[in-house]
DNA sequence: GCCATATATGCACCACCGTTCATATGTTGT
DNA sequence: ACAACATATGAACGGTGGTGCATATATGGC
């Protein structure tokens, strides 16, 4: 045991979202929390592209790209659209933006303070 | 080589933010993307708390907690302040709250996407 | 100074995840 | 139906990260 937060300890406890919530949300982020996947998104937000172009502009596989667009369709952060023999994959909604740019302004705050 | 994409690529990739950028956004984001870590931050919603009882309250050991609350820290997520032997932690700013709030909606929409 | 309490840290184990290779699926043109 | 192209998928390898154990550091009381 430890010092005496019992009131605390209830408060708190009975605020907390129920563990499925926590989980998917964590998730969410764990689909944000890779550099390919990141780049993916950001390649985006200019323009809808086909699986090949995106492997070409990060100089990565195919496959790889392919297996990181399927991780990312499956959060719904992006869609795709079939056009002949290519495939063109495109954001999916605005929140993708809005949570990319929140993150961002985070990091550029962390930055003024660390300039002291 | 692929299809033709030339115009798309150079423009793309010309918007495309250097790599230092995405990966400190990747690493931010995946301090969210742990279901500890979560809940830790969902607990600091309600009330600044000390180690010991974030440990009690998530039901895992002080060690485990400490850790990733030095992760939250390094990523300026937290911040601490000592009193007497405790040592409180609390959010650093109201960035966080945003942040998962956008997930959250994003969850949401998702959700009632899928009640078809 | 010594002991108890609160927190931090180094290490090791294990599970998960991103990549590649090989191959399968799907589409178009002939 | 077959060949060529675009994409998807499964398996395996390697690296990373979260956890607990043991221990170190720090503060307060006696």
């Known amino acids: 045991m ?22 998917d949300l964590s998730d969410l982020f764990k689909v944000f929390g890779d550099t390919t996947r990141m780049k993916i998104l950001y390649s985006l937000f200019e323009s809808e592209m086909c699986v090949c172009a995106i492997a070409e502009l990060l100089g990565m596989t195919q496959s790889a790209i392919s297996h990181q667009l399927k991780v990312l369709k499956n959060a719904n952060l992006v869609a795709n659209r079939r056009e002949g023999k290519t495939i063109y994959y495109f954001l999916a909604d605005e929140h993708v933006r809005t949570i990319v740019a929140q993150g961002f302004e985070h990091l550029i705050e962390k930055h003024t303070h660390e300039k002291k």
């Open 2 to 23: 430890a010092h005496n937060h019992e009131e605390i300890l209830c408060r708190v406890k009975s605020e907390l979202p129920e563990d499925e919530l926590i989980c």
